[in-house]
Structures are given as C-alpha cells and as structure tokens.
C-alpha cells in the first residue's frame, strides 16, 4: 500500500542514467514511476549502450538469483568496460559460481554473523569515542564527526591496518566510489579522460595509489602470519589455490571504498531520518535488543547506499513478455526495490517495527548478497544506541548536500545542531 498524503520526493521524468539526477537527493518519484507504468523497461543512453532496468522488487529478486543466465563476469555497474578492462580490475564481485563461490567461502569466515559479533566491544568503544568528540561541539557536519569516522576506524581493526593510515585511506576510497563527485576526486569519470587509468579500479589514479599500498601490506605478511583479514586473503584456499597478486590488490581497493562508503552513507541517512522525524529519537530510547535488530533493518531499508548492480545477460531470455538479448546489460535498482509499494506498506514512511523488512540494501537473495552485511548492520546499530543516549534533540543547521553519483546514493554533508542529554 501506497504511502497516503506523501509527496513522493524527486523529479518524476528523471534521467536515471545522469549523475546529476542524483546530486539532489534520489529521484524517487521517477522510480515510482517505472514500478507502475513500465517496471522491465529499455534505457536508452546517449554516451554508450543502452540498458534494462528493472525496479521491481520481485524482478529483481528474480534476476538476481539467476546467475546461469544474468551473469556479473561483465562487471557491476552501469559503465560499460572492454574485456581487458574487466579482467584487470575483477574483484570477486565480478564472478559467477563456481569461482565466486570458492573466494566467498575462503573469506565468508572472516565476516560471518559469529565473527563479527564478537567485535561488539570494539565498535562500541570507537563509538562511544567518536561522539563523544564530536558532541563537545554544538553544532557540526553529522558526517565528518560522524559518519565517516567509524566505518573506517572499525575495518582498520578488522583488517588490521594501521590506525595512522586510515585517514588517507578514507580519501582514497572516496576518490575511487564517489570517481563521479567533483568534491572527492579531480578526475570526475564523465568530466575528465581518465583512459590512463583504465586498468585501475573505477578508472581512478587512486586506485593506483591503492594498489601500491596493498603491495606493501601484502609484503608485510607473506613471511608473518599477522592473524587478521589480509593475511587471510593471501592464505590458500581449501583446494590450495591462492589469489593472485592482482586478485588481492582489487580485492584490497574494493575493502577499502565498499567496506567503508556504504556504512558511512547508512549512518549519514539514519541521523537525517532522527532530523526529519522527531519522535523518532523517542521511540529508539525505549527499544529493546529485539526491537533494535528490526529498527537497523528499516534504517537500512531507507537508506539503501547501493542503488544499483548490474548484470549481463549471456543468452537470449524471455522475462515478463520482454526479450531480453543475450550481452543486454540489465541494471537490477536496489533503491527502486526497497520502495516497492507492493511490498512494503507505506514505504515513504519509517516504521521501526517493520516485520517481514525483505530489503535488498545487501543485494539478499543471491550468491553476491554483501559480504560485510553484519558488520555493517552492527555498527549502524551500535553508533545509534549511543548517540540516542545522549542526544536530547538534533535539528538541521544548514542544507545537505548529496553524492553526485547514479551509483552510491548518500548524504555527504549534514550540518546539525545537538542539545545533549543533561
């Protein structure tokens, strides 16, 4: 059911496809749009091939579960890539099963529901330091103070990278997911020729840097077992083989930007939505451990940091009365998805209670879904029972500003105004 006496935000014609559709917030109401009127549909673009894009939950679900006839071998995102391309900076990401499947079982220990619990302490000690910084101050930038410090500080642990390098790794990994964004990168990838970097992960000179970087870290532990997730990605597999020297520096630069972007922009979207909804900060004091798990969930489902993954089409498909060709790219919108009225009632409203939640923030349902979905649903969780503790109201202190990208959707300045608990 649809949301009653709410404006659906956004332009309702968007050109999905622009950047600069998104640098105002999501279009909403064009995705709404499509999931009403033309919900499997052909997208034209004037500077490459064309595309499906799909915006229904359930098509989506569908697809993405298909992996023998919707590949991901082609790569992930809307860009289009030669096959030398692809091959140089293939994360396992860009696999199908059976090679996704030996990669994600070999790293799956690491980030398993069991494992990451046990980092609790840890995230809430980063936690409780972060705000606590931060709210000396009455008024701040909820992103700088906040958001993106714990994603990185967290993963630096897990990791096991030092934690005087984390900074500039954060501006890196910004450089590389937000290459679209002139605020973080100088290389803009529609604005600049960036064919020098064509090899280099999101065609990106920091991915360069990256790689350089992960080289050192890799020769730190070739000799030393340093028991943290690194030395896990250089250890054998179960059937002796290892990754290569490349597999291991896209797989590096993809921890780095994937592990801590998303998070940040879950965080940025949750404190907006404190913002937007006031009696919000109320109902998040008085939950439980139960209720919390379902509050996560629904601040997940509203976020929705990854809007999009694609999929190539590797042989000719009947879907709904549509012909789909096989080399068709088939673009599956998460962000579409998670506001499908027909499975969420009133999705243009935060319900905290939400029961069944099947959002598709982690692309669920597939054998790509995210690997670092528990500890991102724990940090989120833990950085919001602390700050409602000792927050007493948070208000908005200027305009925010939103990622320029048809990609990663997500708040990336929000200037607010806290009255602490006394």
Same mark, same amino acid.
């Given at each position: 059911?649809?949301?009653?006496?709410?404006?659906?935000?956004?332009?309702?014609?968007?050109?999905?496809?622009?950047?600069?559709?998104?640098?105002?917030?999501?279009?909403?109401?064009?995705?709404?749009?499509?999931?009403?009127?033309?919900?499997?549909?052909?997208?034209?673009?004037?500077?490459?091939?064309?595309?499906?894009?799909?915006?229904?939950?359930?098509?989506?679900?569908?697809?993405?579960?298909?992996?023998?006839? #919707?590949? +991901?071998?082609? =790569?992930?995102?809307?860009? &289009?890539?030669?096959?030398?391309?692809?091959?140089? /900076? @293939?994360?396992?990401?860009?696999?199908?099963?059976?090679?996704?499947?030996?990669?994600?079982?070999?790293?799956?220990?690491?980030?398993?529901?069991?494992?990451?619990?046990?980092?609790?302490?840890?995230?809430?000690?980063?936690?409780?330091?972060?705000?606590?910084?931060?709210?000396?101050?009455?008024?701040?930038?909820?992103?700088?103070?906040?958001?993106?410090?714990?994603?990185?500080?967290?993963?630096?642990?897990?990791?096991?990278?030092?934690?005087?390098?984390?900074?500039?790794?954060?501006?890196?990994?910004?450089?590389?997911?937000?290459?679209?964004?002139?605020?973080?990168?100088?290389?803009?990838?529609?604005?600049?020729?960036?064919?020098?970097?064509?090899?280099?992960? #999101?065609? +990106?000179?920091? =991915?360069?840097?990256?790689? &350089?970087?992960?080289?050192?870290?890799?020769?730190? /532990? @070739?000799?030393?077992?340093?028991?943290?997730?690194?030395?896990?990605?250089?250890?054998?597999?179960?059937?002796?083989?290892?990754?290569?020297?490349?597999?291991?520096?896209?797989?590096?630069?993809?921890?780095?930007?994937?592990?801590?972007?998303?998070?940040?922009?879950?965080?940025?979207?949750?404190?907006?939505?404190?913002?937007?909804?006031?009696?919000?900060?109320?109902?998040?004091?008085?939950?439980?451990?139960?209720?919390?798990?379902?509050?996560?969930?629904?601040?997940?489902?509203?976020?929705?940091?990854?809007?999009?993954?694609?999929?190539?089409?590797?042989?000719?498909?009947?879907?709904?009365?549509?012909?789909?060709?096989?080399?068709?790219?088939?673009?599956?919108? #998460?962000? +579409?998805?998670?506001?499908?009225?027909?499975?969420?009632?009133?999705?243009?409203?935060?319900?905290?209670? @939400?029961?069944?939640?099947?959002?598709?923030?982690?692309?669920?349902?597939?054998?790509?879904?995210?690997?670092?979905?528990?500890?991102?649903?724990?940090?989120?969780?833990?950085?919001?029972?602390?700050?409602?503790?000792?927050?007493?109201?948070?208000?908005?202190?200027?305009?925010?500003?939103?990622?320029?990208?048809?990609?990663?959707?997500?708040?990336?300045?929000?200037?607010?105004?806290?009255?602490?608990?006394?």
């Amino acid at each position: 059911m649809a949301d009653l006496n709410v404006t659906i935000p956004g332009d309702a014609n968007a050109d999905i496809t622009s950047h600069d559709a998104y640098a105002q917030g999501v279009p909403h109401a064009t995705f709404e749009r499509l999931r009403q009127k033309s919900p499997i549909c052909w997208v034209d673009r004037s500077d490459g091939p064309g595309f499906w894009a799909i915006t229904r939950h359930e098509d989506i679900l569908t697809i993405n579960r298909d992996h023998a006839r #919707f590949s +991901s071998a082609h =790569g992930i995102r809307m860009e &289009d890539q030669t096959p030398d391309e692809v091959e140089a /900076r @293939r994360t396992f990401q860009e696999t199908d099963p059976p090679v996704h499947t030996r990669a994600r079982i070999h790293l799956n220990r690491a980030f398993s529901k069991k494992m990451i619990a046990a980092y609790e302490v840890q995230v809430r000690e980063l936690a409780v330091e972060i705000l606590d910084n931060a709210l000396l101050e009455p008024q701040f930038d909820a992103v700088t103070m906040i958001a993106r410090k714990l994603p990185m500080r967290m993963l630096g642990r897990v990791v096991g990278l030092p934690d005087e390098d984390l900074d500039w790794l954060v501006d890196k990994g910004d450089s590389l997911i937000a290459n679209t964004d002139p605020d973080f990168t100088d290389h803009v990838i529609d604005q600049v020729n960036t064919d020098e970097y064509r090899f280099y992960p #999101f065609r +990106s000179p920091a =991915g360069k840097d990256l790689y &350089d970087y992960a080289e050192k870290q890799a020769a730190l /532990r @070739r000799d030393t077992n340093k028991d943290d997730l690194l030395s896990l990605f250089l250890a054998p597999m179960k059937n002796g083989e290892t990754f290569t020297d490349l597999e291991f520096k896209n797989a590096f630069a993809l921890l780095v930007s994937a592990g801590n972007d998303t998070t940040r922009y879950s965080i940025s979207a949750s404190i907006k939505a404190l913002i937007d909804n006031p009696g919000l900060l109320s109902q998040l004091r008085t939950l439980d451990e139960a209720q919390w798990l379902l509050a996560v969930e629904e601040m997940l489902r509203w976020a929705s940091p990854t809007m999009h993954f694609r999929r190539t089409a590797i042989e000719d498909v009947e879907f709904k009365g549509h012909h789909i060709n096989a080399g068709d790219k088939v673009i599956l919108w #998460f962000i +579409s998805a998670n506001r499908d009225e027909t499975v969420f009632e009133q999705p243009f409203t935060i319900n905290i209670n @939400r029961t069944p939640n099947p959002h598709l923030a982690f692309g669920q349902g597939s054998v790509h879904a995210c690997l670092g979905m528990w500890l991102a649903r724990l940090e989120l969780r833990v950085v919001l029972q602390e700050l409602v503790k000792r927050v007493h109201s948070i208000e908005q202190s200027g305009p925010e500003t939103y990622l320029r990208s048809n990609f990663i959707g997500g708040i990336k300045s929000l200037p607010v105004s806290i009255q602490c608990v006394q």
